[in-house]
């Protein structure tokens, strides 16, 4: 079963307006973290913003917020007022203590295209 | 303060060869991990070091390997490549090896093989 489920291949967004990029993950371990990174086209992935399992309000970075419902286990990113430079491959990834015998390496979703319309 | 830093940034091998990736972290940053992405794919973990030990290792085959030297840098190795060994290589950093450590992330090596 895939860890880390991404169900929009792409999405298309007015300039100005908000977005919500689904993000559902699969885990036994109580202690975890929850991340999303952007990959513009030039290939660089970028840390947007971080929420870990313990906590209980929704993490915040200036216009990305964070929905985390833990008991659905989804960790959607709402994006607001979108830009044209918001256009790129959006990633969720978890981080679990013990995965790959490690202490916590990311693994990633398949990903998200966002497309922002001027 | 400079980020991950990746090189080189394009390489271009035929099969059955040996490459070297290269990568220094942030400054201050302890530990380094290696991930594989392919066209389309989100990145596979392939290693993480932490204080010069590797910590994990992905799913893939012994012809992959790697190593952190004393200043944090790592190297990421690469035998008998094969087609399916084409990818963006991507470096990525943290302080900690924790689970609330974000990793930042390298532009990464682009690596085709012919």
């Known amino acids: 079963a895939q860890k880390i489920t991404q169900t929009q291949p792409g999405m298309f967004v007015q300039e100005k307006e908000a977005v919500t990029l689904d993000c559902t993950y699969d885990?036994?371990?109580?202690?975890?973290?929850l991340f999303w990174y952007k990959q513009p086209s030039s290939g660089e992935m970028i840390f947007l913003i971080y929420?870990?399992?313990?906590?209980?309000q929704n993490a915040t970075e200036g216009r990305y917020s964070l929905n985390f419902q833990k008991a659905r286990k989804s960790a959607n990113l709402v994006i607001s007022a979108s830009q044209l430079g918001d256009s790129a491959m959006y990633f969720c990834?978890?981080?679990?203590?013990?995965?790959?015998?490690?202490?916590?390496?990311?693994?990633f979703g398949k990903g998200t295209k966002l497309s922002v319309k001027p | 303060d400079a980020g991950v830093t990746q090189s080189p940034t394009h390489l271009i091998k035929t099969r059955g060869q040996h490459v070297t990736l290269r990568c220094s972290p942030i400054?201050?940053?302890?530990?380094v991990s290696w991930y594989q992405q392919v066209l389309g794919q989100g990145p596979q973990f392939i290693f993480q070091?932490?204080?010069?030990?590797?910590?994990g290792r992905g799913n893939f085959p012994d012809r992959f390997s790697a190593r952190q030297f004393p200043n944090y840098s790592s190297e990421l190795n690469v035998n008998a490549l094969l087609l399916g060994d084409s990818a963006l290589y991507l470096c990525?950093?943290?302080?900690?090896?924790?689970?609330?450590?974000?990793?930042?992330f390298g532009d990464g090596t682009r690596l085709s093989i012919l």
């Open positions: 990525a950093s943290s302080q900690e090896a924790g689970v609330n450590q974000p990793q930042h």
């Open positions: 885990t036994s371990d109580q202690s975890y973290g």
């Open positions: 929420q870990g399992s313990y906590d209980e």
């Open positions: 990834a978890m981080r679990e203590l013990n995965y790959g015998g490690s202490q916590g390496n990311l693994i």
């Open positions: 400054s201050g940053h302890k530990s």
């Open positions: 070091y932490y204080e010069k030990e590797e910590r």
